[in-house]
Structure formats: structure tokens, C-alpha cells
């Protein structure tokens, strides 16, 4: 299926820093995801998205529903080691084009690396 | 508790030989997705199932197969028609109820080739 474009790419920050990235795509989504997996691991749902605009907060992550509907952007505040991974975005169509085909899309993924 | 299993976590495929992945949910969720993921890349779609008894091929489809003959069961199938199947496998899950409900996934199968 579409990938949507996830950046960056990866980040070396330091611990106590504040990390945003985002997901952008040329389509409408009626709902956003974002995830997190550590090495080895599946994925653990993090913020789930459903209305343009609304931002949610989980702890020290942030992230909103862009306006447009075409993007979405996840911060992390006062990271700690435990915040190394990667992490996705995902991205859901609405209803009517979910039950013809592929239902969720997915970025490429951050890699974040915290360094203490 | 309430979740995904996938079973094995590390898994040999000969050459020529056909391989079964496990995945089991406990969640009551009717639709049911298997997912490969390869080094730096988003995840992409297999095989996924919205009910029983039925299966839909995802972008990837070809040298899997599946089954879905319980609501809890999803098992995939990587046969040796599928000539590059090293790669990390993830189930999900999710709810087919109202809203649009996420996707919840297994702790993956990684796959590699002796």
C-alpha cells in the first residue's frame, strides 16, 4: 500500500532534549496513529488520532491531527533513555475506500537514539 | 491476559521447505492482518482477514498463504515459492466495531533462511 512520509529518519538527541517528527502524505486520512517498537519487538500503540485538529497528549507525548488531514506530528518532551526506538506513523482512509482494499498505511519510521 | 501471541519468535526455513507462522488473539476482534517488515522500511500488508472463513491478499501476497477458520486463529504460511522470506512478521489485530478502532500487534516472528 502507500507509504506515507515519515521524517526524520532517525535522531541522536540528548537525554532531557525535546523530539518532534511527522508524517505527511498527499491523501486524506480519517485517522492517525502513532506507534512505537523497541528491537525485536511489534509495535505498541501509543496516540490514536480521530478528528482534524485535535491534539492528545499520553504522558510526555503530544501529538496532533493536522487540519488538512494529510499529516500528523508526534513530540516527545524531556526525553529519557527509555524513549530509544522507532517509531510509526499510521494512517487510516475513510470508510469507504477502507473496505475495498489495504486499510492502514505506514511511515518508515524515526529512529530515535537518546544519549544519556 | 488479554492479547496477541505469536509463536514461534525465531524461526529456520530450509531451502525448498513451506513454514507455518502462529498468531492467535484472545481480544474477540473480527479482522486480523499478517505484516512484513524488512530493515528501514514501513510495514506492509500480506494477507489480511475481516471474518472468518474469508481473506483478502494484501501488497505482498505472493509465496503466502493463509487460514482463517476460527475468529481467534490467523496462521500464515510462507511457502517455498517466496524466494527472499527473511524478514521480521508481525500479526495485528482490531476491532471491527464503530469508529475507526487501531490495529494491535503481536511481538513478530523473525524468519531467516539456513
Known amino acids: 500500500g502507500q507509504q506515507l512520509n515519515q521524517s526524520p529518519q532517525s535522531m541522536f538527541i540528548q537525554e532531557g532534549e525535546d523530539v518532534s517528527m511527522n508524517c505527511t502524505s498527499s491523501?486524506?486520512?480519517?485517522?492517525w496513529l502513532w506507534y512505537k517498537q523497541d528491537p525485536g519487538e511489534g509495535p505498541v500503540l501509543l496516540i490514536a488520532?480521530?478528528?482534524?485538529?485535535e491534539l492528545t497528549s499520553n504522558g510526555r507525548l503530544t501529538a496532533q491531527f493536522g487540519i488538512t488531514r494529510k499529516d500528523s506530528f508526534l513530540n516527545i518532551s524531556a526525553s529519557i533513555p527509555s524513549d530509544v526506538g522507532i517509531y510509526f506513523c499510521?494512517?487510516?482512509?475513510?470508510?469507504?475506500?477502507?473496505?475495498?482494499?489495504?486499510?492502514?498505511?505506514f511511515g518508515t519510521g524515526t529512529s530515535l537514539t537518546v544519549i544519556p | 491476559d488479554g492479547g496477541i501471541t505469536q509463536s514461534p519468535k525465531y524461526l529456520f526455513r530450509k531451502e525448498g521447505q513451506n513454514v507455518t507462522l502462529s498468531c492467535e488473539q484472545n481480544?474477540?476482534?473480527?479482522?486480523m492482518y499478517w505484516y512484513r517488515q524488512d530493515p528501514g522500511q514501513g510495514l506492509r500488508l500480506i494477507y489480511y482477514?475481516?471474518?472468518?472463513?474469508?481473506?483478502q491478499k494484501g501488497d505482498i501476497a505472493e509465496g503466502y498463504s493463509v487460514s482463517r477458520e476460527k475468529k481467534e486463529s490467523f496462521p500464515l504460511t510462507v511457502t517455498s515459492a517466496q524466494k527472499n522470506p527473511t524478514a521480521f512478521y508481525l500479526c495485528?489485530?482490531?476491532?471491527?466495531?464503530?469508529?475507526?478502532?487501531?490495529?494491535?500487534f503481536g511481538d513478530g516472528t523473525r524468519l531467516s533462511i539456513l
Open positions: 495485528a489485530s482490531r476491532s471491527q466495531g464503530p469508529g475507526n478502532q487501531p490495529q494491535h
Open positions: 491523501s486524506i486520512f480519517n485517522t
Open positions: 488520532l480521530y478528528k482534524a485538529g
Open positions: 499510521a494512517a487510516e482512509p475513510n470508510i469507504q475506500v477502507r473496505n475495498t482494499g489495504n486499510q492502514f498505511y
Open positions: 481480544l474477540n476482534h473480527d479482522a
Open positions: 482477514s475481516q471474518i472468518v472463513n474469508d481473506f
